[in-house]
């Protein structure tokens, strides 16, 4: 019993729900945190949290508009301590060259070229009613979810970096997750997908709506633990975050039954919230590639750890880098920078396709 949240299964799911969420203690905010999709649910819920916490000095927001940026500045106003500055960006991660302009909007105030951030938490997600194509050729929960997710999450390390140059402690890079990854597609299914594991995702007649957003979450648990595995955790620190069910408009495009059942058994959005803010920056739980699930360190989809979920994730990694570099152009050069000057790498390099050696090998 005493195991039965680590494990798979709609028994432990269910389990799951029934424990409460362990009682936080507030964390000192590192100085500069970063939060994608605070918008709206779980980010505006966040940032609200965030702004209650000692030590912050700057708060980086982004939505998908002006207009959103401008509603979330005004939100936040009154709960925004004198010492404080936000900072509102536009991003929509269906589109690449809205990517590189954040990318670039965010680096743009800094002597050094790059804005120096602690924390960074990769909140936004979405869940597709039915399937349909971004401005690039992958569905978008695909594409949101984990394709532009992961692609962040490289065009960030010189950021997370340059933070840990500042503090005393590591840069975190948070990706929010789901226990519903539970029940994803099937790693022997993806496993044996015949053109990729990507293409075999983006062939709609393999695309339902719950299928697509679960496994995108579990897909970003494969690279962040891969991820995680390449960097030194003493500079940047990956984790994924399972805020766990929350009534947010997360469910707009599904029927009504659904979303009813989430709304009875979803939490509030502060207390999920609370969860991702202390996944982000408390340290009780949190490990390099771990996954954060509702306040506690927990063990992700057991076949995660077998020979061929292994597999799958170096394939995955490889495929997605490869994918990144075919499609944005850069993608890698930032992870690549890490390795090759030596000081995160440990002796390995990383090549132009992302692929990852020992110095001596080469
Ligand atoms: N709610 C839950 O039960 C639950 C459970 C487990 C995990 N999560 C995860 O928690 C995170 C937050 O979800 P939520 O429940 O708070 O849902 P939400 O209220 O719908 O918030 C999602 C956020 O992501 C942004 N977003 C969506 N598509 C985007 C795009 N193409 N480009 C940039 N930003 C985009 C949204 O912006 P717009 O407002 O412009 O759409 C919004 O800020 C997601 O990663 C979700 O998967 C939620």
Redesign the pocket.
């Given at each position: 019993m005493a195991n039965l949240p680590n494990q798979d299964g709609m028994f432990a799911f269910f389990f799951r729900r029934l424990l409460a969420i362990p009682q936080f203690a507030a964390p000192t905010s590192p100085t500069t945190v970063l939060l994608?999709?605070?918008?709206?649910?779980?980010?505006l819920a966040a940032a609200e949290i965030l702004l209650s916490l000692p030590g912050l000095k700057n708060l980086l927001l982004?939505?998908?508009?002006r207009e959103?940026s401008l509603q979330t500045r005004q939100h936040l106003a009154n709960l925004c301590p004198a010492s404080v500055n936000i900072e509102t960006f536009e991003?929509?991660?269906?589109d690449y060259d809205s990517i590189r302009e954040f990318v670039t909007n965010l680096n743009a105030g800094s002597n050094s070229g790059t804005r120096s951030v602690n924390i960074a938490i990769l909140?936004?997600?979405?869940?597709m009613g039915k399937y349909e194509l971004g401005h690039g050729r992958f569905e978008l929960t695909l594409q949101?979810?984990y394709i532009s997710t992961a692609l962040l999450s490289l065009l960030l390390l010189p950021n997370l970096r340059s933070g840990s140059g500042t503090s005393s402690s590591p840069s975190r890079l948070s990706i929010?997750?789901?226990?519903?990854h539970y029940f994803a597609t099937p790693i022997p299914t993806l496993y044996n997908s015949d053109d990729g594991i990507l293409c075999y995702l983006n062939d709609p007649s393999n695309f339902s709506s719950q299928g697509a957003?679960l496994t995108s979450?579990l897909l970003g648990i494969l690279f962040g633990r891969a991820l995680s595995e390449k960097l030194d955790p003493t500079e940047v620190l990956v984790n994924m975050i399972?805020?766990?069910?929350?009534r947010?408009?997360?469910f707009?495009d599904l029927g009504w039954l659904f979303r009813i059942s989430?709304w009875l058994c979803?939490r509030s959005?502060h207390v999920?919230a609370g969860v991702v803010v202390q996944g982000a920056l408390g340290d009780s739980g949190v490990v390099s590639g771990g996954f954060y699930s509702e306040g506690r360190d927990t063990k992700p989809l057991s076949e995660v750890f077998t020979e061929r979920g292994r597999e799958l994730q170096e394939r995955l990694w490889s495929e997605t880098l490869d994918l990144l570099r075919a499609e944005y152009e850069g993608s890698t050069s930032a992870l690549a920078q890490i390795y090759n000057d030596g000081l995160g790498g440990r002796g390995r390099m990383v090549e132009a396709s992302g692929t990852v050696r020992a110095k001596d090998d080469l």
């Open positions: 994608i999709g605070a918008n709206s649910g779980i980010g982004t939505t998908r508009s959103k991003v929509d991660l269906t909140n936004a997600g979405l869940m949101v979810n929010c997750s789901s226990d519903g957003y979450k399972n805020p766990g069910i929350a947010t408009n997360l707009r989430m979803g959005v999920a």
